[in-house]
């Protein structure tokens, strides 16, 4: 069983909108493992490195922090990203 800890990073993106659907994207790495899933869907879209059952586990955190990592979203300008 993976533990969300300091070997596994996480980032958000800021949050995108298509067809009039908002979603962010957030990524999950663990040396040369990838997972990158799709909010609020909470699914894992891409990844490599990670076993299936790591897998359903990231989603599984995905839904349970939902709220924070839109949150986390929401709180990101792509602009300030460009003024540093």
Do not use: H, W
């Amino acid at each position: 069983m993976m533990s969300m800890d300091n070997s596994v990073n996480m980032s958000v993106s800021s949050v995108c909108e298509k067809d009039g659907k908002r979603y962010a994207f957030v990524s999950f790495t663990r040396g040369e493992d990838f997972a990158e899933g799709k909010i609020p869907d909470c699914k894992i879209i891409a990844g490599k490195g990670f076993t299936g059952e790591e897998t359903v586990q990231l989603e599984e955190y995905m839904q349970s922090e939902l709220p924070k990592l839109k949150q986390m979203a929401a709180g990101i300008r792509v602009i300030d990203a460009f003024m540093k």
